[in-house]
């Protein structure tokens, strides 16, 4: 009886509130644009091997650098021309859209359900083991982020997989410290005291009182950190220490084209362009849902 | 104002041991032997395998091998290079230099472009200027600064042939870096023409490592100065018929400045991962290039250290900033 009488005021919210955000993200044109970008990104990355016209890793020896089709030399066949051992390189970054988007949804999900868990936990726990824990976290934050990576990676060998390991690990802190800042300001509120009343265990309390309270912070980072893991994916692919060579993964893709860069514009301009792209219409997305998440404060 | 300092020095103090720990456990962590890994290819004799674990100190128990390696850094002990063999310390603080001159030039390019763009985008709001400015910004923000070099390489020194493309000055000139900072150095050295090759070669640099700051600058500003200007004193000052100039210049900005403060504070750990980057593309003798290098050479002692200094480096201004802040802003001391 207790407890539906404290679930059922969340139920009858829910519709009316996710209303109220899309109408304020609505407001917000460019928002609205890196959603459809996203989209298109989101949808790239599912069908990449459907729509993509050649296999990303296929060599054209006899298409050496060929120029994208609207330059002398270049031809429809390959549309944005192909990179120096011939590969079609449309092909390559419709394939890289996929290694980017799994990139972001992994270390998304990796970071924050581990930062959020900690956030909880340093929220709710005593001094001392919150104490502890945000220590912890300041420590991880004293490093450059890219640096501390970098090195991780280094120790745990280059790989995509390490990489996003590595990423997750560095980004982790910003979530644990939003979550227990959200927990600390809620926790005193009166409708966890009601349900503290009530007899709401400790477990309950967090997840299903506090966190729901807490989320929309949380979720703007979620949308910050995905373009963040993108951008650091493709750093340390660039530097040799994400995605190793055939991998079609933009940075990868950027760190082979180097040498070319006076010769063959077109390999080095498009894989820096997707990630910008991707990354910028994400960021959009972000401001957008930060607006709409708090209407109250200046919009801007 | 003194027990609020002792308070953020009481802080510091765990962090900095956490930092040491963790380059500490670096070496150990690797997988396999560390001196067999760091060997690599080069090999090693069951000689030299012996002389580098005493070296190392892995013979001896862990807890001791830490109150070692902590009383050295305290000294200022952080181990040889694996590869030069000269004192890690040493070799930071020679390349430091390079690093702080191009992060220097990079904070100053950014402010300068950063705070301007963030006020007129605050003062035009909502309007054509400040839509403009701020999707710039936005950009800046989005961009793989990486990528955003080999395009200003292209353009600029490859189709226009203005600026070289790596390094740090041109071989023609030779003098002795008394300071380390090229710009001193080459003016100092009296030589024609050897100030304009140091600013050739640091304007590329500069634009791509300060493009993100310049970024975060310019939307923090205009949000601050976004707030300050629905004060009750803005009202008061445009009511007495100060010119908008004076009430947007002096009243607005002079408030807006203090989290602008402290963004342009906390983006020094931002600055040295650009510069890991910036370094390794522009080949500038800096630390970032030092570190990339060192990882690829598995020359382990100078990333552990590196990665100590940098990170202490960090935390000291941080710590700067948060007195700072304090000092200017004496509400935050209460908490």
Redesign the interface.
Known sequence: MTEAAHIEPVAELRPGRLREFWHYFRENR?AVMGLWVFAGFVLVAILADLIAPYDPTQQFRGHLLQPPFWQTGGSLAFPLGTDAVGRDLLSRLLHGARYSFYVGIVVVVISASGGILLGLVAGFAPKWLDTLIM??M??IL???????A??LV????PSLTNAMIAIALVLQPHYVRLTRASVMSERTKDYVTAAKVTGAKLPRLMFITVLPNCLSPIIVQGALSF?TAI?DA??LG????GAQPPTPEW?TM?AEA?EF??RA?WV??F???A??VT??A???MG?GLRDAFDPKL?R? | MFKYILSRLLTFLPTFFGVTLISFAFIRVLPGDPIVVMAGERGVTAERYQELVTQFGFDRPLIVQYGDYLWGVLQGDLGNSFVTKKPVWDEFFALFPATLELSFCAMIFAVALGLPAGVIAAVNRGKFFDRALMSTALIGYSMPIFWWALLLIIVVSGWLGWTPVSGRISLLYYFSDSTGFMLIDSLMSGQKGAFASAVSHLILPTIVLGTIPLAVIARQTRSAMLEVLSEDYIRTARAKGLSPARVNGVHALRNALIPVITVIGLSVGTLLAGAILTETIFSWPGIGKWMVDSIFRRDYPVVQGGLLLIAVMVMIVNLSVDVLYGYINPKIRKR
């Open positions: 460019g220590r912890v300041d420590i004293a490093f450059p982020s890219l640096l501390l970098l090195v280094a120790i745990l060998g373009s951008l493709a750093a660039f530097l040799g220490m940075g950027l180097r860069i006076l514009w080095v301009t894989p820096g362009l990630i910008l990354v910028l994400i960021n959009l401001d200046k801007s």
